[in-house]
């Protein structure tokens, strides 16, 4: 994309970004990227609202949360397709896991949150 388009595009979707923001429509931060090179990148709204901190470009978002239905339907899909067993223990899948606790605990207890591994991002100190 030539210098002069690029730079009316980040125009464009600065404009409609900061429309959403100001609307309360969006709080992150938008990247675009075309051909795997970034052709626009900016934060919107507030990454911490007690400390007032913006959303930059390259704020760092606590994601375990959101992707938790993306890695389940991937999961099932591959259940679906047979390469992967919910009954089956995750020492199949993941070797090098401590084998004491990897050949009890299955996918659907991962799936299901029944596997008794501690939340770690709710220990003190994280």
Do not use: C
Not at 24 to 49: D, M, P
Not at 91 to 112: E, M, Q, R, V
């Amino acid at each position: 994309m030539p210098a002069t388009q690029a730079q009316n595009v980040s125009k464009q979707l600065d404009a409609l970004a900061t429309q959403y923001a100001k609307a309360g429509q969006l709080n992150g931060t938008v990247l675009v990227a075309e051909h795997g090179k970034v052709v626009f990148a900016k934060g919107y709204g507030l990454a911490n609202r007690e400390w007032n901190q913006p959303n930059a470009a390259d704020t760092k978002f606590r994601l375990g949360s959101l992707t938790k239905q993306f890695t389940s339907m991937l999961v099932m899909q591959l259940v679906e397709k047979g390469q992967l067993r919910l009954d089956a223990p995750i020492s199949t899948y993941l070797p090098d896991y401590p084998k004491a606790a990897g050949d009890k605990i299955t996918l659907h207890h991962l799936l299901t949150h029944t596997s008794g591994i501690p939340n770690y991002t709710a220990q003190p100190g994280f």
